[in-house]
């Protein structure tokens, strides 16, 4: 246990988490990042981004970056500009009784704290649903993916498949057409649960075709996704089909459960901030990147959240310390 009360603690490590650790670090407030424990669906340091081969679309890298690459320069910055990191996950939080605020770290039904925070940084992140397959761990980042704007574009004229049939589904088939030649929605149902104008805008597309009723029960290939096994749940008939890629989309689920009854959550599980800020409920606790997003959920967006996070952790530490 720490008898140090710390300026700031972050809790998680994604680009949201680590860009308020480097802003916070500048403005010499010594931040501790409690970075998470390495799991295999994105709760983990560095975020889902650790689960992503090469990023395209983050500025500044013109011909690319590794997701772990990215998340380790941010990790580099950050310790650069004095953040302390800690590979550790917190298992509880004491943010009802006001600033100093307790966090846990291993067991959580200790007295007292581990650490002690006049200020908190939520960026805990969100974490896609899989499908539950062994072959998933292997093959993320290799034909298997949970983020069409992501990845879509290293499937240009390959026969791909999307599983789920929300919105989300929906809009990842409907952008993935930019770049396959052919994107199958595989549904477990006879009809789609996504909106009408989502529905008409799929059925109206040439390159979108579906297998209804059809569950993925495995995903072939060693070191890159060479077809989709894919079970009629009608017939019980299963047969490999030679897509080259697959997208799942069947929601996310952001990693909320350590505060819930503290701070406000929306419907959807996802921490509740001020209207185009991070503020939360509590004075002196702020949330960014996935926890807090389930609109963008891109790096880039996160980053910019936490550096906002940041800059409002500072500015109401001046007013209240």
């Not at 603690?9 to 949201?16: D, K, L, Y």
């Not at 992140?125 to 062994?134: D, I, K, R, T, V």
């Not at 930019?178 to 009408?196: C, E, G, M, P, W």
């Not at 209207?275 to 996935?290: H, Y």
């Amino acid at each position: 246990m720490s008898s140090e009360i710390r300026d700031v603690v972050i809790i998680g490590s994604g680009p949201g988490g680590l860009t308020a650790a480097i802003y916070t670090g500048r403005a010499n407030l010594r931040p501790l990042v409690l970075e998470g424990e390495p799991s295999s669906t994105g709760d983990q340091p560095g975020g889902q981004l650790m689960l992503t081969t090469e990023v395209e679309n983050f500025p500044g890298f013109p011909s690319g970056v590794m997701g772990p690459d990215l998340m380790l320069a941010f990790r580099e910055q950050a310790v650069r500009f004095g953040a302390e990191l800690q590979t550790v996950k917190a298992s509880r939080v004491e943010l009802t009784q006001g600033s100093p605020f307790g966090i846990w770290v291993g067991d959580p039904t200790t007295e007292e704290p581990t650490h002690r925070a006049r200020c908190v940084i939520v960026a805990t992140g969100a974490e896609a649903l899989m499908l539950g397959l062994p072959a998933e761990d292997r093959l993320i980042g290799h034909g298997y993916s949970t983020c069409a704007t992501c990845d879509g574009f290293f499937f240009r004229d390959q026969d791909i498949a999307v599983v789920g049939g929300g919105d989300s589904a929906i809009e990842e088939a409907t952008f993935l057409t930019r770049f396959a030649r052919t994107v199958t929605i595989v549904h477990r149902r006879d009809t789609l649960r996504a909106s009408k104008i989502m529905q008409d805008r799929a059925f109206s597309n040439e390159k979108i075709r579906f297998l209804w009723n059809s569950v993925v029960t495995d995903i072939v290939g060693e070191s890159k996704v060479e077809g989709v096994e894919i079970e009629d749940l009608t017939s019980g008939v299963r047969q490999v089909h030679p897509f080259t890629g697959l997208f799942v989309a069947i929601g996310h689920r952001p990693n909320t459960s350590l505060f819930a009854g503290q701070l406000d959550m929306r419907a959807n599980g996802y921490l509740q901030t001020v209207p185009g800020r991070t503020a939360t409920n509590i004075p002196g606790v702020f949330a960014c990147g996935d926890v807090q997003d389930d609109y963008y959920r891109q790096a880039i967006t996160a980053a910019g959240s936490g550096c906002a996070a940041a800059i409002e952790a500072e500015r109401w530490l001046e007013g209240t310390h």
